[in-house]
């Protein structure tokens, strides 16, 4: 059965520092890839996506993602963290075009130390 | 631009009573709408998904029903609430031009 697993359930980086948020998923083929950003008592955002070609994907808030087949990831980086990005991140996968049920990951949630 | 409603924003309901959420989408036609529930320090549950006026898809087995009444209209509704029934409670709609869901932004719902 097709899966994602965010192997990070908590994450706490310094303001400033790097980031990287980690997924993973199961699929035999290439899905679609997404993650989305959700903070505390609010609905997701759309953060970026990744549907074919270039395997380095940007997204808004200065985020990136890059698809990497070989490990079936879809890792999540932010070069410089700001305090307003702490909030739960969710890996998505859809496995092909027109299906309806999206496979969240768990989340992970981000801590910024100021 | 496509812009997505829920309401009620909060509720707390007694045990046993009845449950209507609505969620609206606006600037887009014939979506594909979605239900999903977020119980605390967990993921998203996908409740129900509707592609279509009248046409309903349940994932999970509850006493938790749905129904889309009109094109951009999904409403989520319970007979009885149970206490499991607490939650966050999530909208989304997609098409086939995005192929990408896009979230509302959600109800808090308490059952005491």
């Known amino acids: 059965a097709q899966s994602v697993t965010q192997p990070d359930i908590h994450i706490t980086v310094s303001e400033g520092a790097s980031l990287e948020l980690r997924c993973n998923y199961s699929y035999g083929a290439t899905p679609y890839l997404f993650w989305y950003v959700q903070s505390p008592g609010q609905g997701l955002q759309l953060l970026l996506k990744y549907f074919s070609g270039d395997t380095l994907v940007q997204g808004i808030k200065g985020f990136e993602a890059e698809f990497k087949r070989s490990q079936s990831s879809f890792n999540l980086r932010k070069p410089s963290v700001h305090w307003s990005d702490a909030a739960e991140y969710f890996c998505?996968?859809?496995?092909?075009?027109?299906?309806?049920?999206?496979?969240f990951g768990t989340g992970t949630r981000l801590k910024v130390l100021a | 631009s496509q812009t997505i409603h829920q309401w009620p924003a909060t509720l707390v309901q007694p045990v046993g009573s009845p449950l209507s959420l609505e969620c609206t989408v606006e600037g887009t036609s014939n979506p594909n709408l979605y239900w999903y529930r977020q119980a605390a320090g967990r993921g998203l549950q996908l409740l129900f998904y509707s592609v279509g006026i009248g046409q309903i898809s349940s994932e999970v087995p509850q006493n938790l029903s749905a129904s889309r009444p009109q094109d951009r209209q999904f409403i989520l509704s319970s007979k009885k609430l149970l206490l499991s029934d607490s939650g966050f409670y999530l909208c989304?709609?997609?098409?086939?031009?995005?192929?990408?869901?896009?979230f509302g932004p959600g109800t808090r719902l308490t059952v005491l």
């Open positions: 998505a996968v859809v496995p092909t075009s027109g299906t309806y049920k999206y496979i």
């Open positions: 989304a709609w997609s098409n086939i031009q995005t192929d990408t869901q896009y």
